[in-house]
């Protein structure tokens, strides 16, 4: 499995604004080949003594710390997926700003893939 994991600051008011949002733009994710898509609404987000979530995307007080993960069978399924989204002949409307706009500010937004060491249970 491959896992592409996103942390996100999101304003509070916003919640179901995200949901919506997430809602309409994960299932291409799900068309693309994704297994899975978890999208989590932080409700117990400690501050650290030198780095922690909040931090990390420079969460206001007004923001949730919002965590989400993409499950790929294999990391081949992701990588096409993503050159699909990224080419300059995707046009889906669930990726249009202006029917789907982002509840939050996508440039702190801070994202990564990542390939599974342990994955319980077996």
Not at 10 to 36: C, K, L, W, Y
Not at 79 to 103: G, L, T, V, Y
Request: glycine fraction near 6%; proline fraction near 7%; charged fraction near 30%.
């Amino acid at each position: 499995m491959y896992i592409d994991g996103f942390v996100i600051p999101v304003p509070a008011a916003n919640r179901q604004a995200f949901i919506d949002h997430a809602r309409n733009a994960d299932s291409m994710f799900i068309e693309m080949g994704a297994t899975r898509v978890v999208e989590c609404w932080g409700d117990d987000v400690p501050d650290g003594k030198v780095t922690d979530f909040r931090r990390a995307v420079d969460a206001h007080a007004d923001e949730v710390v919002v965590f989400s993960w993409v499950e790929w069978p294999d990391k081949s399924t992701r990588d096409a997926a993503m050159a699909r989204m990224m080419s300059d002949d995707f046009d889906d409307p669930r990726m249009d700003q202006a029917k789907n706009p982002m509840p939050f500010d996508g440039k702190r937004m801070i994202y990564g893939g990542f390939a599974a060491l342990v994955d319980l249970p077996e």
